[in-house]
């Protein structure tokens, strides 16, 4: 993956963007779920970027479609990451 086409900060910003315009509604919903867990706001928008990933990966390097339904499901399985094939 080409460090120039997806970094931290531009992950952080799309995150950011999608808690503005509460869409989809489960971003929000999962900062709030992973808030209740003790964890920071900071570390939650990392975690979310995690999910958040694949999706911009297919999208920029693959020239595919966002796969929302798969976002979605990956934001549910937060603070775990298995799709990062590791314990995360």
């Not at 460090?3 to 999962?30: G, H, I, R, S």
């Not at 990392?46 to 990933?53: D, G, S, V, Y």
């Not at 694949?54 to 499901?73: G, K, S, T, W």
Request: glycine content about 2%; overall charge negative; some cysteine.
């Amino acid at each position: 993956m080409s460090e120039e086409l997806l970094d931290q900060a531009m992950l952080f910003e799309v995150v950011e963007n999608q808690l503005a315009d509460n869409y989809p509604k489960q971003v929000t919903e999962t900062l709030m779920r992973l808030r209740m867990k003790s964890h920071s706001r900071e570390q939650a928008i990392e975690l979310i970027a995690c999910a958040l990933a694949p999706e911009m990966i297919d999208v920029i390097e693959h020239q595919q479609d966002f796969n929302l339904e798969r976002y979605v499901a990956h934001l549910a399985l937060l603070p775990e990451t298995p799709w990062l094939g590791d314990d995360a």
